[in-house]
């Protein structure tokens, strides 16, 4: 549970870091940018895990075969 609070505390940091140096500007769409900023490094990390196995990183991912086929497409990852 501790790597929770780790990534949680990361993406809180670096939230409240954006917001600091907005400056009073309006920000980006927040959901999509947060989004796109954890999923990709997320991908690249179990993909290597899992060796480039497409089929064992949707499974430790908990997400089916087709959906991180697209995401990897998307992410220009394959």
Same mark, same amino acid.
């Given at each position: 549970? &501790?790597?929770?609070?780790?990534?949680?505390?990361?993406?809180?940091?670096?939230?409240?870091?954006?917001? &600091?140096?907005?400056?009073?500007?309006?920000?980006?769409?927040?959901?999509n940018m947060v989004l796109k900023s954890?999923e990709c490094p997320m991908f690249e990390?179990?993909? &290597?895990?899992?060796?480039?196995?497409?089929?064992?990183?949707?499974?430790?991912?908990?997400?089916?075969?087709?959906?991180?086929? &697209?995401k990897l497409v998307d992410y220009k990852?394959?």
């Amino acid at each position: 549970m &501790k790597q929770n609070n780790d990534i949680s505390a990361c993406i809180s940091g670096a939230l409240e870091t954006y917001f &600091k140096d907005l400056d009073g500007e309006m920000p980006a769409p927040i959901y999509n940018m947060v989004l796109k900023s954890v999923e990709c490094p997320m991908f690249e990390v179990v993909l &290597k895990q899992a060796g480039g196995n497409q089929t064992l990183a949707a499974a430790m991912l908990g997400i089916n075969r087709n959906t991180l086929r &697209k995401k990897l497409v998307d992410y220009k990852l394959v």
